[in-house]
T-cell receptor, first 111, second 114 residues
Framework: DQQVKQNSPSLSVQEGRISILNCDYTNSMFDYFLWYKKYPAEGPTFLISISSIKDKNEDGRFTVFLNKSAKHLSLHIVPSQPGDSAVYFCAATQAGTALIFGKGTTLSVSS | KAGVTQTPRYLIKTRGQQVTLSCSPISGHRSVSWYQQTPGQGLQFLFEYFSETQRNKGNFPGRFSGRQFSNSRSEMNVSTLELGDSALYLC?????????????FGPGTRLTVT
């Protein structure tokens, strides 16, 4: 029973365009959501997060949107750059319990 | 400040053997979590240790165990290895009261079971 789902295993985008990565969750008790980026041979690195009391959080080129009624969050990267090519993981947690990760989406940004 | 280090980086073991992986957290971090990453399942939480005590545990069989030492270093042990245990094992450390986004990951140990 997967509580956090990333239904798109991969996404290809041209440099300068917008990348939209999606994530769905089933547990309405999750109160904090995070996005991690992972390059090959490296551990995941934290990218951006959002609390369940907000619907949007922005950090430079990265914006995360949360739609609680739909149990859906998305990560927007604008403009996309070749260096953004990596695996992106969505994660969720409830009251400080362990992070629950999705299976990841591989983003490829071509120049 | 040095990051999270994991040793060894790569390991090849035979089915039925046991293996021990090591994780040194960032200085001052007292919480260490372990995750298994496989292509089909993404990152799955194994367990978390804080002050030498297991604080959280994921849904893995008892063959997977861990411990934490007084200096916060942690080890993970897998006994009676199975082919399906082949994965990247990631360790992450954080401060005791750290927010979820203050968890820092190591580069992982790639375990191959033949």
């Amino acid at each position: 029973d997967q509580q956090v789902k990333q239904n798109s295993p991969s996404l290809s985008v041209q440099e300068g365009r917008i990348s939209i990565l999606n994530c769905d969750y089933t547990n309405s008790m999750f109160d904090y959501f995070l996005w991690y980026k992972k390059y090959p041979a490296e551990g995941p690195t934290f990218l951006i997060s959002i609390s369940s009391i907000k619907d949007k959080n922005e950090d430079g080129r990265f914006t995360v949107f949360l739609n609680k009624s739909a149990k859906h969050l998305s990560l927007h990267i604008v403009p996309s750059q070749p260096g953004d090519s990596a695996v992106y993981f969505c994660a969720a947690t409830q009251a400080g319990t362990a992070l629950i990760f999705g299976k990841g989406t591989t983003l490829s940004v071509s120049s | 400040k040095a990051g999270v280090t994991q040793t060894p980086r790569y390991l090849i073991k035979t089915r039925g053997q046991q293996v021990t992986l090591s994780c040194s957290p960032i200085s001052g971090h007292r919480s260490v979590s372990w995750y298994q990453q496989t292509p089909g399942q993404g990152l799955q939480f194994l367990f978390e240790y804080f002050s030498e005590t297991q604080r959280n545990k994921g849904n893995f069989p008892g063959r997977f165990s861990g411990r934490q030492f007084s200096n916060s270093r942690s080890e993970m042990n897998v006994s009676t290895l199975e082919l399906g245990d082949s994965a990247l094992y990631l360790c992450a450390s954080s401060l005791p009261s750290g927010q979820p986004d203050e968890q820092y990951f190591g580069p992982g140990t790639r375990l191959t079971v033949t």
